[in-house]
Nanobody, 119 residues
């Protein structure tokens, strides 16, 4: 069974930085796309950033210029560097990965890590 393990969330003041990381555990053959969503209470999950295996990335308009997504394919790990954080970035950040377990690619989700930005 594949599980995604996230780390790096926490409490930070506005203007500060945090770096999230996410890596899979378990048996699999390949990982394609990886990325991060975020969710606040009562709202739908929204895409923050995503990155292909070749390194092409896509960002939500609200985080462009402040957040950077990257990945280490050798370690199957995706990172989200978050700079100039704002109180409105407060959310649970959830990573995903498109994982090939030998049958087809399936999307797996992490449990989420809380990011809280104080004003």
């Amino acid at each position: 069974q594949v599980q995604l393990v996230e780390s790096g969330g926490g409490l930070v003041q506005a203007g500060g930085s945090l770096r999230l990381s996410c890596a899979p555990s378990g048996r699999f053959f390949n990982i394609n796309g990886m990325g991060w969503y975020r969710q606040t209470p009562g709202n739908e999950r929204e895409l923050v950033a995503e990155i292909t295996k070749r390194g092409s990335s896509n960002y939500a308009d609200s985080v462009k210029g402040r957040f950077t997504i990257s990945r280490d394919n050798a370690k199957n790990t995706v990172f989200l560097q978050m700079n100039s954080l704002k109180p409105e970035d407060t959310a649970v950040y959830i990573c995903y990965a498109d994982v090939d377990i030998g049958i087809d690619y399936n999307k797996y989700w992490g449990q989420g890590t809380q990011v809280t930005v104080s004003s």
